[in-house]
Every structure is written in C-alpha cells, then in structure tokens.
C-alpha cells in the first residue's frame, strides 16, 4: 500500500508598497538607458513614466496614513494631492524654483503622453547662412515637451532627484513608524502540517 504523503496547510501575505517597487523600477530604466544608447529615449521616456507614477503612489501612500477621508481625495490630480498633503505637513515648495518646477514639467510630460494627441508642431522660419551646418539644422525635426525630456538622460536624472527630495521631505515631516521611505514592503508565510485523517 502506497504511503501518503503528509499535508500541510500554507498561507502568504505581504505587503507592497507601490511607489518603491517603481521607484526601483524607474532607476533600472535610467541605467539601462545610459548603457545602451541605442533606442534609449524611449527607455527614458519609461523611465520619466515610472518617477511620475512613483510620486502619485506615495502620495496615496501617506495621505491613507495622514487622512482617515483620503478616499474622497484620491479624485484630485497628483499636483492637487500634493497641496493637500504639504498643506497637512506644512510644507512648502515653491513653483518658480527646484523641485517643484521638475514636478510640474514631470506631470506636463505624464498627461501628455496619457493623454496624447495627434499635433503639428511648427517652427518660425529663421534666415541662415548656405554652410556645412544647414543641413544638419534640417535634419533635426521639431519635437514635443514629451520627446525634449526624454531624449537624454540628463532630465530624467534631475526629475528623480527631485521627486526623492520631495518624497524625503514629506516623509521626515509626517514621522511615520516602523515606514521606512522606499522600502518595498514585507512578506511572510507558514506552514501548518496537518494530522492524518
């Protein structure tokens, strides 16, 4: 007679924290992107996509944290949750300067592409000299906020710095235990043999 073979009864659970799994996922693009230059405008183009999401997950992150009503907040854009939770903190960063300027352009850059459109982009004539340099000028098409930001690595290195300083800044005010920023979150599980039957 065949043994059987005992059982046992297994559970998981883990917690994400969304925003460091993107995070994560936004800085392997960057460096994949400044590794292989071919075709990398799109890999920072994904990248940039990554950082905007980043800052909209934490911001749902900490205002279910800071507001028992953040439910009825999760309407607002990601610009409109940030005021509410700065606000909350008492923080302020201003529009005409780093980091919010790069948060603006970041979420420019976001509804762009989420939203995108068919458009003619057309540039004024300008007179130029008949030289070496003419045709080079006529080979460089005109292009959108989306395709200037992501068309060197540079813009998506200053973005994500700038949405970690604000990130961090947010973080520290509100004081939250045992949340660590960027951490991704924990699992856990076991296992339970069961009694023959």
Known sequence: MPTRKPKACVSKSRTVHTYAEL???????????EAEAKGSSWVYMSSLLLTAFTLEAYLNHIGQQLFTSWATLEVLSPLGKLEVVCEKLGLSFPADQRPRQSIDELFRF????????????????QLMDVDEYLDEFLGQRPRTLWEKLSSTSADAKRVREDVEQIICALHEAAKLENDPVFFPGMGSHSAKFEPDS
């Not at 995070?23 to 992107?33: F, I, P, Q, Y």
């Not at 976001?110 to 004539?125: F, S, W, Y």
């Open 23 to 33: 995070w994560h996922g936004s800085r392997v693009l960057l460096e994949r992107g």
């Open 110 to 125: 976001r509804n762009a592409l989420a939203h995108g459109k068919t458009v003619t982009i057309t540039e004024p004539g």
